[in-house]
């Protein structure tokens, strides 16, 4: 075929693609609009250490937006009225993390604090969304090694070899298309946002505020890009760069350098001479700590040690990701230097932090895998997922190359059903970020990106913190007064702002 004729070919694939993700975006947000809104039946359902008035409900929503004649899934969706009906302005949406975290759990984790600072303003709600927690959930029937945190995050082998993680990943996107079927393939950021939507019109609210932290960020600026006409007050806490050709897979990139600006927050506290009562200083300074973590990480790869949950070892990944998990909040520190030196020490058997001890629960690791992959398609070439790691690994040692490791998204077996949606600077401007300088998740470079895409929508309030969620998280006063006045009040900073530790 001639070259021209090849192009022309290509051109007109391309065209009827474009064309056929925009009808069924716009189909499925036609029928999102025009579906008549459910009517909640409200029980009490107290989380443990939550508020005493928490509430639950079920929504209904269709599986398909473009065919609400279809099957039909049940999210669980909660709330918390205002205890003070005569200052009540709105409601206040909670837009969990994730993929895969609990709205409901959220509300009863954050609830007390959050009504204190609210002041009776609003009735708080938050939703599990499709395949989370209480609602409709799907499973693919994925092997406990399979599910363990440490393979599900995909780290290379000790000298960066990748053919494990390539053998795992075909595996578990085999696994989630036999058995995940159309409700899998539904958990997608797109759907949550017309779950949002509709959770708002079964409400009986013409508007939202909204506090969404990390993932949910991205979801929050999803909404306010989809729904511009139903956003009140937003707050975006932890935010990811919105990069509509990568979306989780830039985010998971982002972790590598992310790490790195993160860890010496860990490298003062583990050296500081507080330490020593405690029997957790690992260095004399601060510039110690990092070659000792990279070389018992080193050891570890060679000769995992025996941990105090049979058939489960601390190898170097595990270690590697212990260090992840830690970063997110100064909280964790101790767990992460106590396992450092019993995993130092010949006599001592070292206790693995819940999260890598046991496997994540299939039901979880579908909804991780599913809305990641669903939202937007990866590059599915070995050679170049080698390459990546073997670059990364030189530049990022304390990540060894997971960040930019291949995952099951190579081998997903259907294309996502719609383009991922481009941030912009288009609506109100009524959005305030808030961020840590050193996230080890969500960095500021990549919060930043999100900042740039809002434009004049949004103003941005930098926290001089380390971890990951700022907004009554961290102690930082500065930052938590920005986010509850612009709640409360309305009032925004005029310009972007930083809040010093």
Known sequence: MPTYARRALLLALSTTVVASTLTATATATATAATTPAPVLTWRSCVQPGGPAEQECAELPVPLDYRDPDGPWLTLAVSRLRSERPEARRGTLLLIPGGPGGSGVQRLGQKGVALRKEMAGAYDIVSLDPRGVGGSTRASCGLSEDDRHLVNLRSWPGPNGEIAENVARSRRIADACDRQGGAVLRSFTTANEVRDIDRFRQALGEEKLSAWGISYGTYVGAVYAQKYPQHTDRWVLDSSGDPDPARVARGWQANMAAAADDRFPDFAAWAADPARESEGLRLGERPEDIRPLFLALASGLDRRPKESTTPGVPLTGNRLRQALQNALYSDASFPQLARLIRTAQNPA???????????????????????????????????????????????????????????????FWKDAPVEKPTRITAEG??????????????????????????????????????????????????????????????????????????
């Open 348 to 410: 001592e058997t070292p206790a693995l932090p819940a999260d890598l001890a046991q496997p994540v629960p299939d039901q979880d690791a579908a909804v991780i895998a599913g809305v990641i992959c669903n939202d937007v398609r990866w590059p599915a070439s070995i050679p170049a997922f080698e390459r990546a790691v073997a670059a990364d690994r030189v530049r990022h040692p304390l990540t060894a190359g997971m960040p930019a490791n291949i995952f099951p998204c190579a």
């Open 428 to 501: 109100p401007s009524n959005i305030l970020m808030i961020q840590n300088l050193r996230d080890p998740s969500t960095p500021y470079f990549g919060a930043q990106k999100m900042r740039q895409a809002l434009g004049g929508r949004a103003r941005l309030v930098a926290t001089g913190h380390g971890g990951h969620g700022a907004y009554l998280a961290n102690g930082n006063a500065c930052g938590d007064r920005a986010v509850t006045d612009f709640l409360t009040t309305g009032h925004r900073p005029k310009q972007d702002t930083y809040c010093a530790d």
